[in-house]
């Protein structure tokens, strides 16, 4: 969701502080005292940023590189990034319309000793669809019951229609009921317990976090008895700590960084990201509730020079919201067009507050700038509010902000509708966009018997949402690019924004 994935909830902000504060970056990736002496029994991994929380009920997925080491997604996704039958569910069967059934993997534990299994598996589902908290809340509103008739069994039934359950639920986390409802999301977040290939070993507030191997996984065992995850907001900092060998593996290496390891010798990979960064229009307030304002914003931009100016190319400029898999483009995009958004602003004097993670993205500063200098030279008076990520989260979940945002979306399963539920149905996290008809198309779609008759209908509720009502400026896809330490191997990043570390050895 925005990554990314989405984190958008009201109280996400109280658990982030409550669960991982901050204590400062020096401490962190520090070669003596968070990750250790180079070992190839520990992999150290540093990211671009803390992750917020070790909750999956309530947190953003871009945490989900940490938390999915322990606790796993109810359905396992394949490189391709459709439903596999290898993971906790392991067959699916449209009863009818209204109905799916699932088969859980038999024999499944949590690593305390609680059973993974169907009634697990509803109490899970049951708090997504449920607590205000729940940073999925929008997108299981269509669900009527979750019913486990036994152990291995999950009954889902849907109001209406729904062909894309199978892939919703590879972003549903199962966690544990008895340690869940006792720990609350806090005490949870502190000390996280799953089904995964590894088990939650230790939180250094501020400093690093730390999981071991799970000697009783059921599946095969991870080739790796630790990771070590520290991290830093500046890439060339990240990038000196796996030159000086104080980490293994360096995250999120803007393409600067990226030519830099590789002038190093350093084992550097570029994939094509499902996560886009977007500027998103506020409409339902001022000044963007004018349509010609929000048309004059949209037409100031040029993504091309964007990708071109701040990435060297290495991005991929995309002018679409709801074509999700890397490789795809919509067939309408708005286009640059400064002479037509001077028109519309017709002298008008509009200020405009640009708010964005900073250090959150890959050069977000310097896209941030790249889009005001371009609203500028239309003719906007802009207003830049750098932020820290959980403070824009809760301003966003809350309906705070005002003006545009810039915030990356990163579908955590890769069907349209999640970002239309997450960002253009009436209750969406965003609510930026929705109206009854476009409410009323998203039903349609879902409904539908599969992705390919929906596709026409998500092509149009893209071209309402960017082309005519322009709620969004979609900007470009991220190249995701990490370096790895020699001898380091298998490292396996994944489009959606998640890594498996299972095979991973360290030379």
């Known amino acids: 969701m925005i990554n990314s994935t989405m984190a958008l909830r009201r109280g996400l902000a109280a658990v982030a502080a409550a669960s991982l504060l901050a204590t400062g970056l020096s401490a962190c990736g520090s070669s003596d005292e968070s990750a250790g002496a180079s070992s190839a029994d520990t992999l150290r991994v540093v990211l671009p940023a803390q992750p917020a929380t070790l909750d999956p009920i309530v947190g953003a997925r871009s945490a989900q590189v940490v938390w999915a080491t322990v606790i796993e997604p109810l359905v396992a996704t394949g490189e391709d ?188 990979t570029a994939t094509e990201s499902a996560m886009k960064i977007i500027a998103f229009l506020q409409t339902d307030k001022a000044p963007f509730n004018d349509p010609d304002v929000a048309k004059a914003a949209a037409l100031a931009v040029d993504r091309d020079k964007i990708v071109e100016g701040i990435f060297n ?41 640009i708010a964005y993670p900073a250090g959150q993205y890959t050069n977000i500063e310097e896209v941030a700038q790249a889009v005001g200098g371009m609203l500028t030279e239309a003719g906007f008076k802009v207003k830049y509010n750098a932020m820290d990520y959980g403070s824009l989260v809760t301003q966003i979940g809350g309906g ?64 309402i949402g960017v082309v005519d009502k322009n709620c969004y400026i979609p900007l470009y896809r991220q190249i995701y690019g990490y370096a790895v330490a020699d001898g380091v191997k298998d490292v396996k990043y994944s489009p959606l924004n998640a890594v498996d570390f299972t095979d991973v050895t360290v030379g």
Not at 210 to 236: H, I, Q
Not at 329 to 351: F, I, R, T
């Open 81 to 268: 990034l459709e439903p596999t039958d290898t993971g906790l569910i392991t067959a699916w069967e449209r009863t009818d319309d209204l109905t799916w059934t699932f088969t859980l993997r038999e024999g499944v534990t949590f690593s305390n000793g609680e059973p993974a299994d169907a009634a697990a598996a509803v109490n899970t589902l049951e708090m997504v669809r449920d607590l205000d908290t729940s940073i999925l809340k929008s997108f299981w509103g269509n669900a009527v019951s979750f019913e486990a008739p036994d152990a291995t069994t999950l009954v889902i039934t849907t109001k209406a229609p729904q062909y894309d359950v199978v892939n919703q639920l590879g972003t549903v986390y199962l966690v544990p009921p008895k340690y869940y409802e006792e720990k609350g999301t806090e005490g949870f977040a502190a000390a996280p317990i799953g089904t995964g290939p590894y088990l939650f070993d230790a939180m250094r507030a501020g400093r690093d976090i730390s999981v071991k191997r799970n000697p009783d996984y059921w599946g095969d065992a991870a080739e790796t008895e630790k990771l070590v995850f520290s991290w830093s907001p500046e890439a060339s900092q990240r990038l000196a700590l796996l030159r000086s060998k104080s980490v293994d593996v360096a995250f999120d290496l803007p393409p600067a960084q990226q030519d830099q390891a590789d002038k190093a010798g350093l084992d550097v």
């Open 313 to 353: 190319g290495k991005a991929v400029a995309d002018g679409g919201l709801l074509n999700v898999k890397p490789g795809t483009q919509p067939d309408v995009v708005v286009e640059q067009d400064l002479a037509k958004a001077k028109e519309l602003l017709a002298g008008k004097s509009v200020e405009v507050p």
């Open 400 to 463: 705070e902000l005002d003006g545009m945002y810039i915030f990356a979306g990163v579908p955590n399963v890769a069907v349209p509708s999640f970002f239309v539920n997450g960002f253009m149905r009436s209750a969406s996290i965003t609510k930026n966009c929705g109206s009854p008809e476009t409410d009323a198309m998203a039903d349609e779609a879902v409904s539908q018997p599969d992705a390919a008759a929906a596709e026409a209908i998500y092509d149009e509720l893209n071209e």
